[in-house]
């Protein structure tokens, strides 16, 4: 995933490079360095992947009658 295609899946998860940060518990200048080397690790596709799916399965659940 290039650092683009990063950013812009941030932005529409809306989440920030500080969010990301805190979920994944790693440091903030880890994930700003990314930009260095134009593409992020092989992991995060899969992890904004299954954090999308989840933000999905709450919504649905947050949305179901009690």
Request: aromatic content about 14%; overall charge positive; hydrophobic content about 35%.
């Amino acid at each position: 995933m290039t650092n683009t295609d990063f950013e812009n899946k941030l932005k529409a998860l809306k989440l920030t490079k500080r969010d990301f940060s805190e979920l994944c518990g790693l440091g903030y200048t880890t994930i700003t360095n990314w930009r260095g080397f134009g593409k992020t690790p092989e992991w995060v596709r899969s992890w904004l992947e299954n954090y999308e799916l989840a933000q999905k399965y709450k919504a649905i659940i947050a949305n179901l009658p009690k």
